[in-house]
């Protein structure tokens, strides 16, 4: 069975603080992939990363960073120096490898206040 | 552009008049998905399709259908809809290669609500 957590359902923050969005996952399977994905308010789901579970290395990419580890299965995602266009609401999803099939959390909702 | 077109956005309709939402890609992607998005529950998986004529059930199946006759297109087939059916409704497709899991694109949406 494949399990995807995010415990955190709101988070507010000002403008150009750093703010964290925790993603913890359950799977049987050896590997897997893991993926972000962004909801702004106009309601799309936009892609943000993907990373397979045979690589643990963090990413950056701007202002958006991943740390995976597998040991704490869990898959965070840092957006650093916020902006108000970063208000969405964040999916964590997981996908067991052989198949495309998308297990997302409940995501989180992040408001950045001017 | 590469997209995934579902219509129509927005429906509103009465328990029991069966309806159909279409969905289409243009990325010659093997694999189409339809979710549901509830608040508080995230986006669920109701079927998807490997490839042609193939389709199987994801989590929460129940009440619905769907056919892949072309590549292009999956449309959801609600026969008989109830009000619990109520929901945000997306469409996704992407590769299909043997091992991989690929980055899905997802349609804008269709907001649907029975009443």
């Known amino acids: 069975a494949q399990k995807v957590t995010q415990a955190q359902t709101e988070i507010s923050v000002v403008e150009k603080e750093d703010v964290t969005l925790d993603c913890v996952y359950e799977?049987?399977?050896?590997?897997?992939?893991l993926f972000w994905y962004k909801q702004p308010p106009s309601g799309e789901l936009v892609f943000l990363i993907r990373?397979?579970?045979?690589?643990?290395q963090n990413e950056i990419s701007g202002r958006y960073s991943w740390n995976f580890q597998k040991s704490t299965s869990s898959f965070n995602f840092t957006i650093t120096a916020s902006q108000v266009v970063d208000s969405a609401v964040y999916f964590c999803?997981?996908?067991?490898?052989?198949?495309?099939?998308?297990?997302f959390g409940t995501g989180t909702r992040l408001t950045v206040i001017p | 552009e590469a997209q995934v077109t579902q219509n129509p956005r927005y429906l509103i309709t009465v328990t029991g008049k069966k309806l159909t939402v279409t969905c289409s890609q243009n990325m010659n992607h093997e694999y189409m998905s339809w979710y549901r998005q509830d608040p508080g529950l995230g986006l669920r998986q109701i079927y998807y399709s490997m490839n042609v004529e193939v389709t199987d059930k994801g989590d929460v199946p129940e009440g619905y259908k769907v056919s892949r006759k072309e590549k292009r297109n999956f449309p959801l087939i609600l026969e008989s809809p109830s009000p619990n059916q109520t929901s945000l409704y997306f469409c996704?497709?992407?590769?299909?290669?043997?091992?991989?899991?690929?980055?899905?694109?997802f349609g804008p949406g269709t907001r649907l609500t029975v009443l």
């Open positions: 999803a997981l996908s067991p490898t052989g198949a495309n099939n998308l297990f």
């Open positions: 799977t049987r399977d050896t590997t897997y992939y």
């Open positions: 996704a497709s992407s590769l299909s290669i043997p091992g991989l899991a690929h980055e899905q694109f």
């Open positions: 990373r397979n579970s045979f690589d643990e």
